[in-house]
């Protein structure tokens, strides 16, 4: 059975969707020496997936000083390569960047080290930091562009974040439940907690913040920064003594319209089936988190609209990403 090399770095790069921001979810894999390398870019300002696939593949055969950021790295094997890269093949999502910014471009080490074939799974958006593809052939390696949808939906939140980029996040026992507390497991919990240290505005129905008085912080991960909150609500009543109002160093609207949106790029909705309704029309994405094991016996959430699933990721809960 041949391997789709390209799915290994998308998979990859899935887990790190959102985590990025303001980077693309990127991912990447290297076969060198009869070895399969995967990685992906983890975090705006540290290495990209491309840097972390050859610095694995490189320590892997040699040893190396213990470096972990990107121009460290770029430095090291631009001296001590050795041509160890010649007959490899990287697969990346993404075309190599090819401008400096927080990190070194992508495009100067591959063109030094000099792979056999870069294969890209789609070319960069962005016009100022595209050129990456040229780079690598007038320096003597084979290219081939791909332009594979899975990889336009990967870095979809990226392009569109430029300007906004909002999605509706949905949590859901197995029979489509999502009111009544904690529904999914601590690990999906943490998880919405790392996207919200990434987000810039949670936008919350009132009905919800009255029922649940949620705190709506990053308290399940360290040093999180708590993203800013609109209360999507006509009613303008609320009790501000419940945590959702002392959580520091943020911003708490509340508002029956969503023209503070417009100062955002990266929100998220979190609510119910009113409140989906009500913004539909406003939606990118949708993320569904559902815990596989447990049936609650409430009503559960109704919608007449198909989904398209981009990705599903099933760990302890099942996560899908759809539009």
């Known amino acids: 059975m041949q391997i789709d090399y390209l799915k290994l770095a998308i998979n990859k790069a899935w887990e790190y969707q959102f985590l ?5 979810a990127v991912g990447a894999t290297l076969l060198i020496n009869n070895k399969v390398f995967v990685n992906a870019h983890k975090k705006a300002g540290e290495p990209h997936a491309e ?14 000083p213990n470096l972990t950021t990107s121009s460290e790295i770029h430095e090291y094997l631009y001296n001590n390569h050795n041509n160890f890269f010649n007959n490899s093949i990287m697969y990346v999502t993404l075309e190599p960047c090819n401008h400096y ?8 080490l591959i063109s030094i080290i000099k792979p056999k074939k870069v294969i890209i799974g789609w070319k960069d958006p962005i016009s100022n930091h595209s050129g990456g593809i040229e780079k690598l052939q007038k320096n ?3 290219v081939k562009v791909l332009n594979d949808k899975r990889c336009f939906d990967l870095i ?10 909002i999605f509706f996040k949905f949590a859901f026992s197995l029979n489509g439940v999502y009111t009544g507390g904690y529904i999914t497991k601590k690990s999906s919990l943490k998880w919405v907690h790392k996207v919200r240290d990434k987000i810039d505005l949670i936008v919350i129905g009132g009905e919800t913040i009255r029922e649940d008085k949620p705190t709506l912080d990053t308290r399940f ?8 909150i609109l209360i999507y609500s006509k009613n303008k009543n609320f009790d501000k003594n419940i945590p959702l109002f002392q959580v520091p160093n943020r911003k708490v609207f509340i508002s029956d319209n969503l023209d503070i949106i417009n100062d955002y790029k990266f929100i998220m909705i979190e609510g119910g089936e009113n409140l989906y309704k009500h913004l539909k029309d406003k939606i990118d994405w949708k993320v569904f988190i559902v815990n596989k094991n447990k049936f609650i016996n409430r009503d559960n959430f109704k919608i007449d609209e198909e989904l398209e699933i981009l990705y599903n ?11």
């Open 20 to 24: 990025t921001y303001p980077n693309p």
């Open 51 to 64: 840097v972390n696939v050859l610095w694995e593949a490189f320590k892997y055969f040699h040893n190396t």
């Open 101 to 108: 910014g927080k990190t070194p471009a992508c495009a100067d």
């Open 140 to 142: 003597g390696i084979e």
């Open 156 to 165: 979809e939140p990226f392009i569109k974040w430029q300007k906004r980029f």
């Open 221 to 228: 991960i360290q040093n999180g920064k708590n993203p800013d």
């Open 313 to 323: 990721n099933s760990g302890n809960d099942l996560i899908l990403f759809g539009r």
